[in-house]
């Protein structure tokens, strides 16, 4: 069945409020996800965003683990917190905040050229990325990274052109179901924003098996669209990818794996 994208950013959201009146989570908090004891400026700012009605610190989500497992690897001085998708504004305070480094209240010229900022989201979280990198540009912060994960944008919202102050993007998709994830990313500006790929998944040949924590409704209606959040293989790439970024070696190329090529359209 061919779905038009407004009635399918419908039937995401109805799904998606469906499945968070369906689950009763239990989430524990994750103290480390979000939480730098320092008074120092963070060396490099990593922002997640979560999908649908997901709490910043479930455990069961890709968002929420990748960010565990980031701040227990990245180097010293990283800054990373998850939000929900519906925060974008306070995700967007707590970057200026940060990039403050005198404390004055304002953002000089030197502070924002300083910024080192890496945005990644899953499913409406994705699409919240590209939305608050888009903020960012209008204030003139540079943007290192963004990573989308079955992009699901809200209506009349594009996830699908990235801002030109950001360095480089990528698209992790998959086509199966219900809710698909956003095909294809491009550049507004192709001279100032490296595309890295719009990596397909597909699940109906390579299917993950994800923990309990998700619904039934995220187990047989939208299948497809859960793996994307839970696949270790995905995730370790998103993780490659910034993990590049935080520790920038010269020689480095930012590729996918052999098996996931990015699909040109």
């Given amino acids: 069945?061919?779905?038009?994208?407004?009635?399918?950013?419908?039937?995401?959201g109805s799904v998606a409020i469906l499945a968070f009146s369906a689950t009763s989570p239990t989430p524990r908090a994750f103290a480390s996800v979000g939480v730098v004891h320092s008074q120092e400026t963070p060396s490099?700012?990593?922002?997640?965003?979560?999908?649908?009605?997901?709490?910043?610190?479930n455990p069961h989500h890709?968002?929420?683990l990748f960010a565990q497992r980031l701040q227990e690897r990245a180097p010293k001085g990283t800054y990373v917190q998850v939000f929900e998708n519906r925060h974008r504004q306070a995700a967007y305070n707590t970057i200026i905040r940060l990039l403050d480094r005198n404390h004055d209240s304002v953002l000089s010229e030197e502070e924002k050229s300083q910024a080192r900022v890496i945005l990644y989201g899953q499913s409406w979280g994705a699409a919240t990325a590209v939305l608050l990198a888009r903020q960012?540009?209008?204030?003139?912060?540079?943007?290192?990274?963004?990573?989308?994960?079955?992009?699901?944008?809200?209506?009349?919202?594009?996830?699908?052109?990235?801002?030109?102050?950001?360095?480089?993007?990528?698209?992790?998709?998959?086509?199966?179901?219900?809710?698909?994830?956003?095909?294809?990313?491009?550049?507004?500006?192709?001279?100032?924003t490296q595309i890295l790929g719009n990596f397909l998944f597909d699940y109906k040949q390579s299917p993950v098996k994800c923990d309990e924590g998700y619904s039934w409704l995220d187990r047989h209606v939208t299948p497809s669209h859960m793996q994307s959040e839970c696949d270790p293989r995905l995730w370790?790439?998103?993780?490659?990818?910034?993990r590049q970024r935080l520790e920038p070696q010269p020689?480095?190329?930012?590729?996918?794996?052999?098996?996931?090529?990015?699909?040109?359209?």
Avoid at 1 to 12: D, G, K, N, T
Avoid at 153 to 176: G, M
Avoid at 236 to 242: H, N
Wanted: glycine share 6%; with cysteine; net charge positive.
């Fill in 136 to 192: 960012l540009n209008r204030a003139g912060i540079p943007v290192l990274l963004t990573v989308q994960v079955d992009s699901v944008s809200k209506l009349w919202r594009d996830d699908r052109t990235i801002p030109p102050n950001v360095a480089a993007a990528a698209n992790f998709y998959q086509r199966h179901g219900l809710v698909r994830g956003q095909p294809q990313i491009v550049a507004a500006d192709p001279a100032r």
């Fill in 1 to 12: 069945m061919h779905c038009s994208v407004p009635f399918r950013i419908l039937l995401a």
């Fill in 251 to 265: 020689t480095a190329v930012a590729v996918a794996s052999p098996s996931q090529q990015p699909v040109d359209k």
């Fill in 44 to 57: 490099s700012i990593v922002i997640g965003f979560v999908g649908g009605f997901v709490r910043h610190d």
């Fill in 236 to 242: 370790a790439q998103v993780e490659e990818l910034v």
């Fill in 62 to 64: 890709g968002a929420v």
